[in-house]
């Protein structure tokens, strides 16, 4: 069992930035970690994934340019940099995990999930 936690969210202003964080219970190994969002009455949205042994990472056309994955391996602890924020980036933030490359996209594909931190951006 992994348990995910996130923070960093908070109310910015347009154009401003955050660091989000997750930190994972047990060593990551060989998996894959992202980052989803879930703006009110939508669908859980894909925004960026790590694969935790390499540093490969995915990112969604919609924060590409704006937003960055990172890991740090000694702090078990993923990282979402997202800067130039804008009031479509509202939502919440979820940190999730799997075991498998494939369906990186699908929220429902992964293993495990936190319970979410929230960004709300003012326009």
């Known amino acids: 069992q992994v348990q995910l936690v996130e923070s960093g969210g908070g109310l910015v202003q347009a154009g401003g930035s955050l660091r989000l964080s997750c930190v994972a219970s047990a060593r990551t190994g060989s998996t894959y970690l992202a980052w989803f969002r879930q703006a009110p009455g939508k669908e859980h949205e894909f925004v960026a994934a790590i694969k935790w042994s390499t540093g490969s990472t995915w990112t969604a056309d919609s924060v590409k340019g704006r937003s960055t994955i990172s890991r740090d391996n000694a702090r078990n602890t993923m990282y979402l940099q997202m800067n130039s924020l804008k009031a479509e980036d509202t939502a919440v933030y979820y940190c999730?995990?799997?075991?498998?490359?494939?369906?990186?996209?699908?929220?429902?594909?992964?293993?495990?999930w936190g319970q979410g931190t929230q960004v709300t951006v003012s326009s």
């Open positions: 999730a995990l799997k075991r498998y490359s494939s369906n990186l996209y699908s929220w429902g594909s992964y293993d495990y």
